[in-house]
């Protein structure tokens, strides 16, 4: 794997590979610190592996974007990664991953216009599943701090 993109928040990394379709997978937060208001925590999850090898023998580059704390892909940089992904064509590019990842791959894939795939994604896209902090206020948010994020409505 070679490193597209790395700084404290993300890494983004891709097989060295050069073939015509692309997968792009996002890990879930299992096993990342969390950061709270009175103090950080280690998650007692496993840390989702990666997926180096299993795409490229199907003639498919692996693309990993990794966060390297819970942030759920809301810092600024996260606007650099997606500048870099957009020279993917997004016929030929899938997106997945689950929970946090899962909440990536919803919003990154109708950013560049790819099919994502989410699995058990932490995020409601309607008001009537009746979560009182649902991820839909949670998206609203992160656009009213970002100003740039793409918001479901």
């Known amino acids: 794997m070679s490193i597209l993109f790395e700084n404290k928040d993300f890494i983004l990394s891709k097989s060295n590979t050069n073939f015509d379709k692309n997968v792009i997978y996002l890990p879930s937060a299992g096993g990342l610190t969390r950061i709270g ?17 299993i795409y490229t023998r199907f003639g498919i580059n692996e693309i990993v974007l990794e966060c390297k704390h819970a942030n759920w892909y809301q810092r600024d940089s996260f606007f650099k990664i997606l500048k870099i992904l957009k020279s993917l064509d997004p016929s030929k590019t899938v997106i997945y991953g689950s929970s946090m990842g899962g909440f990536g791959a919803i919003h990154i894939g109708l950013e560049l216009g790819i099919t994502s795939i989410a699995f058990s994604p932490q995020a409601t896209l309607t008001k009537e599943f009746g979560v009182h902090y649902s991820w839909y206020e949670v998206g609203r948010y992160a656009r009213l701090l970002n100003k740039k994020y793409l918001v479901i409505s």
């Open 37 to 53: 208001i009175n103090r950080t925590f280690k998650s007692a999850l496993p840390r989702a592996p990666k997926i180096d090898g």
